[in-house]
């Protein structure tokens, strides 16, 4: 008996513990239900990032392709006929203006030279002497034993001699002019190309013998279709801040460290393209630019002052036009419609719709409608950056 009712007495307590863990069971269950309740509220509630709305300046930038050019470029050229004897610099190497370059056969032009200042001292002599024969004539004329015509033929010899010594003084210095042609020189500093002849060849009048370019500093050319040059003439009349000033992306995607400026703009469109030629100037003091290199150049087409700018991706569209997202202040989605300005790359310019300090929806309004409240979320670093108005 004693054993049963221990069994008995056992059998009521495993009951009673039963019941217990049932009651603690429903507590724990209607906990949980609260909590998945809450969840699932919070999961229906739309998740979105804002962006503080604030004006600021911001540039319209285009990037163009381009080419750089030597400053100067020059052909070197044989100005007369000869012999090249030596040639006297180092190719690829930098010459400055003045610099021998070339030295061809002297020779034959100083034998021009002398047969020219043999010419001119006949010359002279012959003036001379019909100096001479004009004086006598004048005083033959004078007693009566010389007629007016032979006076006449002597003086007209006189004339014929001081023509005859003008055109001899001349010869003389277009010989000297010659003998300085055989030593070529530098017309600029800059760098030098490969000798286009060598040593020992016959020259002409207007023979190639190398190229010399000045790279410091260069010119980069480029194009603006027409809508783009319609633009910066524009901003260049209404606002003294857009001067022309470019920047400028090597071959391998760095930034060149100088700015440059444009120096001259073509007065036509070419009819072909569609296109107005610009160039701009910059240092190139480490010969980092080369002549023939193709870069892409970054000029400001305009200026925008104390605007509204905001991503374009915020920006919805129903039947009455543009509209955005904003969250007003019980966190609830605010449909607005907005006018719309300019646009600067990702970035669009808002005229009315938006003011400072409104909360714009420019993530999760997709789907969103107005009066939906909303979760907000702070957004991250990038987000901000990318967001933020700026340059293009």
Not at 280 to 299: S, T
Request: aromatic share 4%; charged share 25%.
């Amino acid at each position: 008996m004693k054993k049963h009712a221990w069994s008995y007495e056992f059998v009521a307590l495993k009951s009673l513990t039963r019941l217990a863990c049932l009651t603690g069971a429903m507590v724990v269950l209607t906990a949980c239900g609260g909590e998945a309740e809450m969840q699932e509220e919070e999961t229906r509630t739309p998740t979105v990032t804002v962006l503080e709305v604030e004006r600021s300046d911001a540039d319209l930038i285009q990037e163009y392709a381009g080419r750089v050019r030597g400053a100067r470029e020059v052909e070197v050229r044989a100005r007369i006929a000869g012999v090249i004897l030596d040639r006297t610099y180092q190719e690829g190497s930098h010459v400055e203006k003045g610099d021998l370059l070339f030295r061809l056969d002297p020779i034959p032009m100083r034998i021009q030279l002398r047969q020219a200042e043999a010419a001119l001292a006949n010359g002279r002599a012959e003036l001379q002497q019909a100096e001479r024969d004009w004086e006598r004539a004048k005083q033959l004329f004078d007693r009566g034993a010389l007629s007016a015509s032979e006076r006449d033929r002597s003086r007209s010899q006189v004339e014929l001699g001081r023509a005859g010594v003008a055109q001899a003084e001349a010869r003389v210095d277009e010989a000297k002019v010659n003998l300085s042609y055989t030593e070529v020189r530098a017309p600029l500093s800059g760098s030098t190309s490969l000798e286009v002849l060598p040593e020992g060849s016959l020259v002409q009048p207007g023979s190639l013998l190398t190229n010399i370019v000045r790279q410091d500093p260069v010119h980069v050319t480029f194009a603006l279709p027409e809508r783009d040059a319609a633009i910066q003439r524009a901003a260049l009349i209404e606002d003294d801040s857009v001067n022309g000033k470019v920047s400028m992306e090597l071959p391998d995607g760095a930034q060149y460290h100088l700015t440059g400026q444009v120096d001259f703009t073509s007065n036509r469109i070419d009819n072909a393209t569609n296109t107005i030629s610009l160039r701009a100037v910059f240092d190139n003091p480490e010969q980092q630019l080369i002549p023939g290199q193709f870069v892409r150049v970054r000029l400001v087409l305009r200026r925008f002052h104390d605007q509204i700018l905001v991503p374009a991706e915020a920006i919805g569209a129903n039947s009455s036009g543009p509209t955005v997202f904003v969250v007003d202040d019980e966190s609830r989605a605010e449909l607005r419609s907005v006018k719309l300005g300019g646009s600067i790359g990702d970035l669009q310019i808002i005229t009315d719709g938006l003011e400072v300090g409104d909360r714009l929806i420019v993530n999760g309004q997709v789907g969103l409608d107005p009066q939906t409240p909303v979760n907000v979320a702070r957004p991250d670093a990038a987000t901000t950056a990318a967001n933020a108005p700026g340059r293009e």
